[in-house]
């Protein structure tokens, strides 16, 4: 990309003269993509150290750039220190894209004056996905994949880079995004003492995180298929922002996880709508009715995501068990059968429909025994019709209980209620 000629700005000028000199004394520099650009720059560097010594210099006597030269960047707890040598490289790294060395200097100069930046964080979702951008609480998006903004890290959590111990092969891609909006707040600062963190801060970052679990266990709910985070980042309305604090991801453990490939390459198709008031009738729950929730859909998460049928058969049939057992101080006799009887009710349906669910209910405990006394199940297709349908059956009590808004009296509500 051609450079472009300087202004009357010296510091514009010094920037254009030293990008052609180590375009001329490194061509490398020009074929290199911009995700790497910056290092190939401080090889060459090396070799040129009078260039960093003179723009830095320069740099450091130029009040118009504050903060960055020196100080504290801070966005959502991501922080970062400037060293004095840090600037000048950012400086040239976007010259040297073929940005205006004027240009450049006016966006960074206008950034530290303004001080502040507005962001979004980003979630990789694999094993669902949308055809257009839609709300599921206020502030919180879920978005198709195509719609996320261009960065390193869409570019490695669409499954088209390869890393270093993983099966490029058989490793999941995302297939949509949900997004939290972060409110617009100061960035810049003198030191890290000099940003005391706010209580509503330093919270937001966990806030964040539980939202989004809670997010993935309204589209498990939905869906009654594997879903999984792969990774997360944060992305600030700021270009300055974003080239200053680098492109950190937090990597989850689905983008390791093999039985994430499949859901990932044949995504279910998402009820939006429905995700969104499953979501939101999550949050409503409270202290263990919550913790019970997130445990059953956890369970049924990971029992979507085992190759061992044992697992499998071990995980669902917790799931069951503390959605339809979860009462304090309730009697722990006859789990399979209470377990059963409870969710066969609960299910509804005509007499034969509710014998069916009882009947497959009991299989799903006898199978989980059997898990546990042999270690083992044989895997015939008559266990595997079983755990298929122990995915149906805990998927739809744990939304009936969502939907309901709270735990039942079980017996008063449902196994002795005789109204039709």
């Not at 956890?298 to 049939?317: C, E, T, V």
């Not at 059963?340 to 299989?363: C, P, Q, S, Y």
């Not at 122990?390 to 109204?419: D, H, M, Q, T």
Request: charged content about 25%.
């Amino acid at each position: 990309m051609a450079l472009v000629p300087p202004s009357s700005d010296k510091l514009a000028s010094l920037l254009y003269c030293s990008a052609r000199d180590l375009r001329a004394a490194c061509p490398e520099l020009e074929q290199t993509l911009s995700d790497t650009r910056g290092l190939v720059l401080m090889r060459a560097l090396r070799e040129r150290q009078d260039i960093e010594g003179a723009i830095g210099e320069m740099v450091a006597l130029d009040p118009t750039f504050g903060s960055l030269r020196t100080g504290w960047v801070d966005f959502a707890g991501a922080g970062h220190e400037f060293g004095p040598h840090e600037l000048p490289i950012v400086l040239l790294e976007n010259v040297l894209s073929g940005e205006s060395a004027g240009e450049v200097l006016r966006r960074f100069r206008a950034f530290v004056e303004k001080g502040t930046s507005s962001g979004e964080w980003y979630g990789a979702i694999s094993g669902v996905t949308i055809s257009e951008a839609c709300e599921i609480a206020p502030g919180i998006d879920l978005v198709p994949w195509a719609e996320v903004p261009d960065c390193p890290q869409r570019t490695l959590l669409s499954g088209k880079e390869y890393r270093p111990g993983i099966l490029v092969g058989l490793r999941p891609k995302s297939n949509c995004a949900l997004r939290f909006k972060l409110p617009e707040r100061r960035v810049l600062f003198s030191s890290a003492a000099d940003h005391p963190r706010s209580a509503a801060e330093l919270s937001e970052s966990a806030d964040i995180q539980q939202r989004a679990e809670n997010v993935r266990r309204a589209m498990t709910a939905v869906s009654g298929g594997a879903v999984a985070i792969l990774g997360a980042w944060l992305h600030a309305s700021e270009l300055v922002l974003r080239q200053t604090l680098g492109t950190a991801l937090l990597i989850g453990d689905a983008l390791n996880d093999v039985a994430m490939f499949g859901p990932s390459i044949k995504p279910a198709a998402l009820d939006a709508e429905l995700a969104s008031t499953i979501f939101n009738r999550l949050e409503g729950f409270h202290g263990n009715d919550a913790e019970v929730l997130k445990t059953a859909l956890d369970r049924i998460g990971f029992a979507l995501r085992q190759r061992a049928m044992a697992n499998k058969a071990i995980d669902l049939s917790i799931a069951l068990e503390v959605l339809l057992l979860h009462e304090k101080n309730g009697s722990k006799t006859e789990l399979s059968y209470r377990s059963a009887v409870r969710g066969a009710h609960f299910l509804g349906g005509n007499k034969w429909e509710r014998l069916a669910n009882f009947k497959h209910l009991k299989d799903v405990y006898d199978l989980r025994s059997k898990a546990v006394h042999s270690g083992r199940i044989s895997g015939s297709a008559k266990e595997e019709k079983i755990l298929e349908k122990a995915v149906e059956l805990s998927v739809g009590i744990a939304r009936k209980l969502i939907e309901l808004g709270r735990f039942p009296k079980w017996e008063e509500e449902f196994v002795f209620s005789f109204g039709g």
